[in-house]
């Protein structure tokens, strides 16, 4: 049985190894033993500290075999980018050139240095160890941590953002970096990347051009890598998409990802779920069951697991009750997969 539930100290080795999977492609989730460290020290802060708006704050969460104890995946939020250190995007517009003595008049489309997300909540540190990436297990561990949202709303902003990571080759080069980034920065993607996940971030406002940035003048494979994501995350792309997330014209400044953005009230995770009243049963019935994402506990003591639920009379089983830490009679918040 998956359970996901808030990272803590102990769990630092299996960070470790999905770090090492992970091959550096998350910008979050460094191979860094004092950047896994910090990470897990802020979620615990973090859950500790009495909270009326969104901060500097920083929950990360690990999804965990019950019966192995073995760490197979990591997600985490954000409370609100751009609050400690500035959070860049590219955002994609139109300039235009124009001359009334020739009558030429030019649409170019360019990309503009911007912090426009500043103060906005952030999906963010996905990643599922490959030999669990069944969908149901994608969907808790990319769900669960809206249903954490739903429960602790004040923690977050009105507006939400998730970034997928962008399109690479074979040798896990980007186009994008490859065309603009390496210009300015002198160093590989890689370096650039691992920089950013260890907050050594200074150097980006010292070296990236603050001018508009035509794309025309970009290669044909940067240009057509604007707001791709890499093909494994198309699943985590229809995902967010299916619960409200949107592409507006926002990417990565280093590969050129899309930025999806919503507003949190209108996550589907977060009008479709609701509080029952859950039952405790050994005997396994048959009914109407669908599967579901049942979650309880407040900050620290939060979990949440899938489980075949029925509408009517919401049951759980003994193992499942054991898990969530729940008796009969308490109260679950659940939402249909």
Not at 25 to 31: K, N, R, V
Not at 51 to 57: D, F, L, M, T
């Amino acid at each position: 049985m998956l359970l996901l539930r808030p990272v803590e100290f102990r769990d630092l080795q299996g960070l470790e190894r999905l770090a090492v999977d992970s091959g550096g492609s998350l910008t979050t989730l460094p191979a860094n033993r004092d950047h896994l460290n910090e990470l897990i020290d802020r979620t615990l802060k973090s859950l500790r500290k009495a909270v009326n708006r969104p901060e500097q704050e920083s929950y990360h969460f690990v999804l965990e075999d019950s019966h192995s104890g073995e760490i197979v995946g990591v997600s985490g939020i954000e409370a609100a980018v751009g609050i400690a250190s500035p959070f860049y995007s590219y955002r994609i517009n139109e300039v235009v050139h124009a001359s009334s003595e020739l009558q030429i008049h030019n649409r170019i489309p360019a990309l503009h240095l911007c912090q426009d997300f500043t103060g906005a909540s952030r999906l963010c540190t996905l990643f599922l160890d490959s030999e669990h990436r069944q969908r149901s297990n994608l969907h808790l561990l990319s769900r669960a941590r809206l249903l954490f949202i739903a429960a602790h709303r004040e923690r977050f902003d009105s507006r939400i953002i998730a970034e997928l990571q962008g399109v690479v080759d074979a040798n896990g080069q980007s186009p994008f970096w490859e065309s603009l980034g390496q210009h300015f920065f002198n160093m590989d993607f890689a370096k650039a990347n691992y920089l950013t996940g260890i907050d050594s971030k200074g150097f980006i406002a010292e070296l990236l051009p603050h001018h508009p940035v035509y794309l025309p003048l970009l290669s044909e494979a940067a240009r057509e890598s604007l707001g791709q994501p890499r093909t494994d995350a198309a699943r985590v792309k229809a995902l967010l998409e299916d619960e409200g997330f949107g592409y507006r014209g926002y990417v990565d400044i280093f590969d050129a990802g899309p930025t999806l953005e919503a507003q949190t009230d209108r996550l589907r995770s977060l009008v479709e779920s609701r509080s029952v009243t859950i039952t405790v049963n050994a005997d396994d019935e048959e009914g109407d069951k669908a599967l579901a994402l049942v979650a309880h506990g407040q900050l620290e003591n939060f979990r949440c697991l899938l489980a075949e639920v029925d509408a009517q009379q919401p049951e759980l089983t003994p193992a499942q009750a054991e898990v969530l830490n729940v008796s009969n009679g308490d109260c679950v918040q659940l939402v249909w997969l």
